[in-house]
């Protein structure tokens, strides 16, 4: 791949590849050195969106029935903690006719259901699976070869990356795992992100957990435990999407979740955002204000209001104009209203919303039985 950009925020960001391409092609490259007898060091790949790299192959050994070669992962523009790593294949034969693949040092192991791969497997994921296979065959089929080959996928720092991955609470130990649907990296992938929320509560459910807690990121994560003092190994973090987090539990059968986030973010459900990132929607200042002209304030306050930098600045105007509580009371049945409508009438779900100064501000109307639920859950 050359050039591969894409636009994002006003900004030209470069497309990387993933892990999964990494493998396959050190194993496509690794496949036509042991058949071919010859030394190859650059090798082409056609990834599932249509994309083809071109990637130099590196740490190239030969050795009696058996070539090992690593390709170096680019994340392009993508903060991702695995740009930069080696991700290695070696490929030998073996008896039989067929193909067999597994992981090495650094690639992790499946403990838990849940993930793509049974109990035991390397944590290599369908699609790249699919990759590293169809690249070895069609080097099988270039050389007419019937021999059985075995590859072996190493990612030699992957168990150092693992612990700041979420592969410890997925059940995956010893490595990080080997990813990608298209091939490509593209930066600040929204598609990333929700599937990893996604697959987490999926953890939960196939472990047989049907309720659970939501938080947006570490404020909510922080407020579960060491205010609520709940269990927070039951929560899932959805960063702003709050609506593809709902679809998603609907989607897996879940029974019911509960939000529990920070005004800044929350707050915006009342006006039924269900992405709240501030690129798509802020309105937590017209918010606040419209019910708090509902009970009472004047135009001057309501102007104040919507004049205010933070949530925290307005709640404590409200709370100095005497209506704090009966605000929070309206906003939060219109949040209890836009997250039932988007729910559907098969899953229970609530939010509870704080502030660091004032603690809980307010809970929807599920709240106590939702965490009545959750509570029954034993990890």
Same mark, same amino acid.
């Given at each position: !791949? ?20 990494? *493998? ?64 290695? *294949? ?44 169809? *690249? ?64 987490? !509560? ?32 039951? *929560? ?37 955002? !269900? ?9 937590? !200042? ?94």
């Amino acid at each position: !791949m050359q050039g591969g950009h894409v636009w994002k925020n006003q900004k030209q960001l470069r497309l990387g590849y993933t892990t999964g391409s990494c *493998a396959a092609a050190a194993a496509k490259a690794a496949a036509y050195m042991l058949l071919s007898g010859q030394t190859l060091t650059q090798v082409s790949l056609l990834t599932p969106k249509g994309i083809t790299l071109y990637l130099d192959v590196e740490y190239i050994e030969k050795s009696q029935g058996q070539v090992s070669c690593a390709i170096q992962k680019d994340s392009g523009d993508d903060p991702d903690i695995t740009d930069g790593v080696y991700v290695y *294949a070696t490929v030998k034969h073996s008896a039989g006719t067929g193909l067999s693949l597994g992981g090495g040092e650094g690639v992790g192991r499946v403990t838990k259901k849940g993930l793509e791969q049974e109990i035991g497997a390397a944590a290599i994921n369908k699609v790249p699976r699919h990759m590293i296979l169809e *690249a070895v065959e069609e080097q099988r089929a270039q050389f007419d070869c019937k021999e059985g080959l075995e590859i072996l996928i190493s990612i030699p720092e992957g168990q150092k990356l693992a612990v700041k991955t979420f592969n410890p609470r997925l059940g995956i130990e010893g490595g990080i795992s080997v990813l990608g649907t298209s091939g490509i990296v593209e930066p600040m992938s929204e598609k990333a992100l929700t599937d990893t929320i996604y697959l987490e !509560m999926k953890f939960l459910k196939e472990n047989g957990h049907d309720w659970c807690y939501i938080v947006p990121g570490n404020y909510g994560s922080d407020f579960l435990t060491e205010t609520l003092g709940y269990n927070g190994a039951l *929560a899932v973090k959805c960063s702003n999407y709050i609506g593809e987090t709902i679809d998603a539990a609907v989607s897996l059968g879940m029974k019911g979740i509960l939000f529990i986030g920070h005004a800044g973010k929350l707050i915006k459900l009342a006006a039924g955002v !269900m992405n709240t990132h501030s690129r798509q929607a802020d309105c937590r !200042m017209e918010v606040l204000s419209s019910h708090a002209a509902m009970k009472g304030a004047s135009g001057a306050e309501v102007e104040r209001i919507m004049n205010c930098t933070t949530t925290t600045e307005a709640i404590e105007f409200l709370k100095e104009l005497g209506i704090l509580d009966i605000a929070m009371e309206s906003i939060v049945s219109r949040i209890d209203f836009y997250l039932k409508q988007r729910a559907g009438s098969e899953l229970k779900i609530g939010a509870i919303m704080f502030s660091k100064e004032e603690g809980i501000l307010c809970e929807t109307s599920d709240t106590e039985k939702l965490l009545e639920q959750i509570g029954k859950e034993k990890l």
